[in-house]
Structure formats: structure tokens, C-alpha cells
């Protein structure tokens, strides 16, 4: 898959707008800003870009996924040992399981991954199964509603929460999938446009709620078509953005610690962490908005850091594994002194004899035959 600077950007924005988001959660500072709410869409951002680069369904893949969700458990549970010197009330696996369990975001993403196949279909050319799309895009529609009024639609167990199921993510998978269908057409967001579709989405976001009596959650939700449409005017508006060549590679050394950032961030030993970083900075009188920026960063440098083991775990055994791979090649013969010694006078003879023989003017061939003489000699 090539790599795009302008998207890896906004894929790094993203993640720090959800630490911006979950130092305003987790640090439980009251009272909670409105604009906690504007940073719900980073979290869609991040299945925009899947769907928009497209994902296939492999095992390794998913195996990898959860892989990484089990580092990141058990790096929560080893740190809550020995730098709390909290006591576990159950075994150490135990605990990595239940820590594991709670990353609702990973298994709702494996989730997009298995109905993927159905949903590429869906684009290609052949059609592929066309009701797949309409069944994803009312589950998602089903969701908010039944959150927004549950008078008027029952809430289905795993369409509930707010849009923390993996039917939300497939819609969202499913809306970067026609996006990038229609940018090969050349159908496209200009960002002047982007961007005032957005600021739009944030007075919808602010008004809205109060308008019609409902929780600003009603509209900032994973599962709220106004954050779904903050995050499509996002990723156009990012799109646009240029890229250097120095920011481009820092780009390339952070994306793949993005997603491990994610689960690093909300496991139990960070929350109550970013509770304490929040109410200090908070003490020391710094702007509540200052305060949640310092947080923010400070979690992303953290989790970075933590990650960073894992990414040098896994090049030292892919490294050993292609040494051990790697086929022998067999030691070439000295050479004698002789020949070394003889070739290269022979080499010059050879060309000053061609020189001499263009000169004269002795047709080609036989200077080929006078050569192959001086070589056997």
C-alpha cells in the first residue's frame, strides 16, 4: 500500500485528537468543555482512512491485531505491578485477559475486517452483493436513532452505548470505500469546502442539542451522521494540506505506533494517570484548555515511548529470522598468483594490440582471431 503524507498527517492528527478526548474524559475536570464533543470524529477518522485504502480479510492480519492488543494488556498490567506495586485480585492472565476484553475498539475493528470482503464487493465492478450496504447504513441509522429516541426505536444490545459496536465502524468503513470510488472519478470535496462543512458540524454539534432538549451526546456520537460528516470534511480538508520532506518521514517513523497508541492510552494503569497529570496542571493554574493540550501530549509522548519497545522487539526477530533464512553461499576459490599476476599485463596487451590493428586497418575478424591467440597464451 503507498503511503500518503497528506493522509498520514491527518492519521496522526487523529490520534492526538483522541488523546485530547480522553485527557478531557479521564481527567475528569469539571466542568467538561463543549469541545470534548468536537473530538469525537477523530475516532471515525480512523476507519475513514481504512475504508479509504481498503482492507482485506487475513488471518495474520487479525492474529497481528490482537497481538499488539495483547502487549499493550499485558505492558498495563506488568506496569500496575511494579511501578504502582498494586496487588492483583486475580492471576497475572486473568488480569491481561480482562484488560484485553475492554479494548472495545480492537474487536469492533476485527469486526469491519471479517464483513469486509462483502462490503469491497459491494464497490467492484462486478456489483458484488449490493444489499450488504443498505443492511450496514440502517444499522447505523438504527443506532443513533434508538440513542436520540428510544421511543420511537427499541435499542438493539449491539447497536447500543453510543455507537461503540462494530456495525458503526462498517458503515464508516463502507462511507471511505464510496469516497475513494468517487475521488477515482474525480468526484471530490474542495477544501474551502471542507472546511465550512465542518465549522457547520461544530455549531451543529454546540446548538443543536439545546435546541431540541437533548444530551450533547445525542450528537456527538460515534454513531451521529454529524460526526460521521466532521470526519469526511476533515480528511478533504487534510487532503489538501502539503507535506514536506522532513515532516514526511517523522510521518512514516509515528503511523505505525498509531493504533497501539490507541489501546495504550486506555488501559487500567494509564487512566487513573491522566486523572493525576490533569488535576496537577489543573493546580498549577494553568487554562483548562492548556491543560488538556499539555495532557494530551504528554499521553501521546508516553504511549510512543512504550510502543517503541515493541517495535524494536520485532525488528531484532525479524532481523535474527532473515539471517537464519538467509540461503549460504559457497567460499569462491583463491586465486592463484599467477593468474593475478598475469591477467592484467595480458588484459593491456589485448587492447593495445586493437588499438594498433584499427590503425592498420586489418578487418574485424581477424583481429578477433588474433585475439582468442594472445588469450591462450
Not at 497528506?6 to 492519521?11: A, C, W
Not at 475536570?29 to 470534548?36: E, K, M, N
Not at 491485531?65 to 502487549?71: F, S, T, V
Amino acid at each position: 500500500m503507498k503511503r500518503d503524507a497528506s493522509i498520514e498527517l491527518y492519521r496522526v492528527a487523529m490520534i492526538l485528537g483522541v488523546c485530547f478526548l480522553h485527557s478531557i474524559t479521564f481527567g475528569k475536570l469539571s466542568p467538561t468543555p463543549i469541545y470534548d464533543s468536537v473530538c469525537m470524529f477523530c475516532v471515525v477518522g480512523f476507519v475513514l482512512i481504512t475504508g479509504w485504502f481498503g482492507c482485506r480479510l487475513h488471518v495474520r492480519k487479525i492474529i497481528d491485531l490482537y497481538a499488539i492488543g495483547l502487549w499493550c494488556a499485558a505492558l498495563s498490567v506488568v506496569l500496575r505491578l511494579f511501578a504502582d506495586g498494586a496487588v492483583l485480585n486475580h492471576g497475572f492472565l486473568s488480569e491481561v485477559r480482562s484488560q484485553l476484553w475492554r479494548y472495545w475498539f480492537l474487536h469492533a475493528y476485527v469486526f469491519v475486517m471479517l464483513i469486509s470482503p462483502f462490503v469491497n464487493a459491494s464497490f467492484g465492478k462486478e456489483g458484488g452483493w449490493r444489499p450488504a450496504l443498505p443492511l450496514i447504513f440502517i444499522a447505523f441509522a438504527w443506532s443513533w436513532i434508538s440513542g436520540l429516541c428510544p421511543d420511537v426505536l427499541p435499542q438493539v444490545p449491539g447497536l447500543a452505548n453510543g455507537g461503540y459496536s462494530g456495525f458503526v465502524l462498517a458503515a464508516v468503513y463502507a462511507t471511505g470505500r464510496a469516497m475513494r470510488q468517487l475521488d477515482s472519478q474525480g468526484r471530490r470535496l474542495s477544501g474551502i469546502w471542507a472546511v465550512f462543512i465542518f465549522v457547520l458540524c461544530i455549531v451543529a454539534v454546540c446548538l443543536m442539542p439545546n435546541a431540541i432538549g437533548k444530551s450533547s451526546r445525542a450528537f456527538a456520537a460515534y454513531n451521529s451522521p454529524v460526526v460521521l460528516i466532521m470526519a469526511i470534511a476533515s480528511f478533504y480538508a487534510f487532503r489538501q494540506i502539503p507535506v514536506g520532506s522532513v515532516l514526511a518521514r517523522w510521518l512514516l517513523f509515528v503511523t505505525p505506533s498509531v493504533f497501539p497508541i490507541y489501546l495504550l492510552q486506555t488501559n487500567a494503569y494509564a487512566i487513573p494517570k491522566i486523572h493525576s497529570l490533569a488535576v496537577t496542571l489543573d493546580g498549577w493554574g494553568m487554562p483548562r484548555f492548556l491543560v488538556y493540550l499539555a495532557t494530551a501530549l504528554a499521553i501521546f509522548t508516553a504511549c510512543l515511548g512504550c510502543d517503541f519497545g515493541r517495535r524494536l522487539l520485532l525488528l531484532a526477530v525479524s532481523r535474527s529470522s532473515m539471517r537464519s533464512n538467509a540461503p549460504r553461499r559457497r567460499p569462491r576459490k583463491p586465486e592463484s598468483t599467477t593468474s593475478s599476476a598475469v591477467w592484467p599485463w595480458m588484459r593491456q596487451a589485448v587492447g593495445k594490440w586493437r588499438e594498433v590493428a584499427v590503425r592498420l586497418g586489418i578487418p574485424r575478424h581477424e583481429q578477433e582471431e588474433m585475439a582468442r591467440c594472445f588469450a591462450r597464451l
